[in-house]
């Protein structure tokens, strides 16, 4: 996926394997340094029937920045253990929200990250998580 084909930042990439993330966004991001910067352009279909961005959408681009965060932008498999949300102000249709996922403490296997989400210039949503490295990978269970 381009990220100028949803009005993004051309800077930005699409993490490519997870159908969820395309489905619900898509979502797209960017490493500036440590910092996970990630973005989304808010269409129609994100919004409730109050006309703005679902709180499930942007709880689910909140754990994808803190995942982002956690794993550097890699390929390196990381799950989420806790994902603590504020809702602070609303966002609309045709909005750009713009994340920022700083990494506070990375331990042996589990990494704590505070999340920001901003629409024009505003924040929406802070969030706090604790992500867990999966060493060997992931596996679902058959």
């Not at 709880?59 to 806790?82: Q, R």
């Not at 994902?83 to 920022?100: S, V």
Request: glycine residues 10%; contains cysteine.
């Amino acid at each position: 996926m381009n990220p100028q084909d949803f009005d993004v930042p051309a800077d930005y990439r699409h993490w490519v394997g997870d159908a969820a993330e395309d489905h619900i966004g898509p979502f797209f991001f960017r490493m500036d340094n440590d910092v996970a910067c990630t973005a989304f352009r808010v269409r129609d279909n994100h919004c409730n029937g109050h006309k703005s961005v679902h709180g499930g959408l942007l709880m689910a681009f909140a754990d994808y920045t803190l995942c982002i965060a956690a794993n550097g932008g890699s390929n390196v498999s990381v799950a989420t253990v806790t994902c603590n949300n504020e809702f602070i102000a609303p966002a609309f249709a045709g909005d750009l929200i713009l994340g920022r996922g700083e990494v506070t403490r990375r331990g042996g296997s589990l990494v704590f990250v505070r999340v920001v989400l901003e629409s024009n210039g505003e924040v929406i949503l802070t969030s706090s998580g604790v992500i867990k490295i999966l060493r060997n990978g992931f596996s679902a269970p058959v």
